[in-house]
Structures are given as C-alpha cells and as structure tokens.
C-alpha cells in the first residue's frame, strides 16, 4: 500500500479555472501584467476571462518584440 502523502493524482490546474484576485496577471512566461480599470471591469462583470487577458497580453507582448 502507498502512502497517501506520495499519490499523484491530481488534475492539471488551467488559467481560465483560476480567478483573478488582484489587479494583476502573471503570464506564462513569467511577467507580471498590472490590469487596466476597464480590464478589471470586464472581468468584474464576467465579459472577459483570464485566458482571454492572457492572449491578449501576450499577443502585444509579441508585436513589441518584432
């Protein structure tokens, strides 16, 4: 018998299960992105999600580096 401190079952954890409890976003790669007023807003009246911020974001991100 295992012991239950060593099992490995669990679920992968997905951005768009996470909510955003701050007025910040940390991205994939490690940046943190501060979340305008309407950014906020949005996620406050469930218009946008975390996934969606995070594609957008990283989507600018990857325009200002080329």
Do not use: C, N, Y
């Amino acid at each position: 018998m295992r012991p239950p401190f060593l099992s490995t079952d669990f679920a992968q954890s997905r951005i768009e299960d996470e909510p955003i409890l701050g007025t910040v976003l940390r991205l994939p790669d490690g940046r943190v992105q501060l979340l305008s007023w309407w950014e906020r807003l949005q996620l406050a009246l469930h218009l946008t999600d975390a996934k969606a911020l995070e594609e957008r974001h990283a989507r600018t991100a990857g325009a200002a580096r080329a």
